[in-house]
């Protein structure tokens, strides 16, 4: 069974830096960073493929965040810069299961960490 | 970007009642939508992935429709556990998007 466990997640002022690591056992696949905001729905912020050769981002994170991961370590990081107090929710690290039926291949979140709660304030 | 809009956003329902929840996408997305289940304080788990597919260990109240762009989630009869808030999510575009979310409450 696959664990994720994020850690990183801290009280941070607008406009600072923050990195969040996943430490992960089986490391294979996409990985995402979803994030929700205190009462708030899921919103998918980035994610990346096994080799790190493709990487995609919500628009409302481009150019501020980073997503990158280490093979060799089992780790997924998110380099968060320019904070903003919108950024402010709890950042789930997830695995993203690649499922193939019929020469057709979809892809889901089946495994979820426990969440790091990054709160941006002044 | 793919957007995706549930409805309804909140829904009030009996143990044993059957409940339907749909989420719409804002482009044709084949079958690469998700169901996931969340309750408070705990990360979501995924019920039904390629649109149909059961994921194991989920019971088989649960059951998903749909292709293209109109989604449905039932659950076919209500156990007090299925108290949640739904969301779909599609992974058509390597961008996924989740839908808003269904608050499922008892009546």
């Known amino acids: 069974e696959v664990q994720l466990v994020e850690s990183g997640g801290v009280l941070v002022q607008p406009g600072g830096s923050l990195r969040l690591s996943c430490a992960a056992s089986?490391?294979?696949?996409?990985m995402s960073w979803v994030r929700q905001a205190p009462g708030k729905g899921l919103e998918w912020v980035a994610n990346?493929?096994?080799?790190?050769?493709?990487?995609y981002y919500v628009d409302s994170v481009k150019g501020r965040f980073t997503i990158s991961r280490d093979n060799a370590e089992n780790s997924l990081y998110l380099q968060m810069n320019s904070l903003r107090v919108d950024d402010t929710a709890v950042y789930y690290c997830?695995?993203?299961?690649?499922?193939?039926?019929?020469?057709?291949?979809?892809?889901?979140?089946?495994?979820w960490g426990q969440g790091t709660l990054v709160t941006v304030s002044s | 970007d793919i957007q995706m809009t549930q409805s309804p956003s909140s829904l009030s329902a009996s143990v044993g009642d059957r409940v339907t929840i749909t989420c719409r996408a804002s482009?044709?997305?084949?079958?690469?939508l998700n169901w996931y289940q969340q309750k408070p304080g705990k990360a979501p788990r995924v019920l039904i992935h390629?649109?149909?597919s059961l994921q194991s260990g989920v019971p088989s109240r649960f059951s998903g429709s749909g292709s293209g762009t109109d989604f449905t989630l039932t659950i076919s009869s209500l156990q007090p556990e299925d108290f949640a808030t739904y969301y779909c999510?599609?992974?058509?575009?390597?961008?996924?998007?989740f839908g808003q979310g269904t608050q499922l409450e008892i009546k």
């Open positions: 997830t695995r993203d299961k690649t499922y193939c039926s019929n020469g057709v291949c979809y892809r889901h979140i089946d495994y």
């Open positions: 089986g490391f294979s696949d996409w």
């Open positions: 990346i493929k096994e080799d790190g050769s493709e990487k």
């Open positions: 482009q044709s997305i084949s079958r690469y």
């Open positions: 390629a649109a149909t």
């Open positions: 999510q599609q992974t058509y575009s390597p961008l996924y998007t």
